[in-house]
């Protein structure tokens, strides 16, 4: 009777659950990367429209704060646009980018909105 071995087995699963492994370590990152680039979209928008809708406030200046807070805080996130809109009404913001990934790009967008602050008189 012949004895089995289980020469090179080791071998064999390594080959296999190697790019397993790696694709999920990649997966993995790449998830953080996106989370953290929109929390900091859903901070830079609602900066945005905090910083416009005030009286007095100027969506030039909001814009140019949100751009900032998302290069400062949006990690791997690259093409970043922000767009601030104020009416008599509402104070909108939008901050839109991507993540870059070996797959395709990532696309990541947040909006906020508040009311625009405006004097009243009492009757």
Not at 20 to 26: N, S
Not at 58 to 75: E, F, I, K, R, S
Not at 90 to 109: K, Q
Request: proline share 7%; charged share 10%; hydrophobic share 45%.
């Amino acid at each position: 009777m012949r004895r089995r071995t289980d020469r090179g087995a080791a071998a064999v699963e390594w080959a296999i659950g190697a790019p397993i492994l790696v694709l999920l370590l990649a997966a993995v990152g790449y998830g953080f990367a996106f989370a953290q680039a929109s929390y900091a979209a859903r901070a830079a928008a609602q900066t945005a429209v905090n910083t416009a809708r005030v009286i007095g406030g100027d969506p030039g200046t909001a814009q140019a704060n949100a751009w900032q807070q998302m290069d400062d805080l949006g990690g791997a996130a690259t093409g970043i646009h922000v767009t601030v809109t104020k009416d008599p009404q509402n104070t909108t913001a939008t901050v839109t980018a991507t993540i870059p990934t070996p797959l395709g790009d990532l696309p990541v967008a947040h909006t906020a909105t508040g009311p625009t602050e405006h004097w009243t008189t009492q009757p």
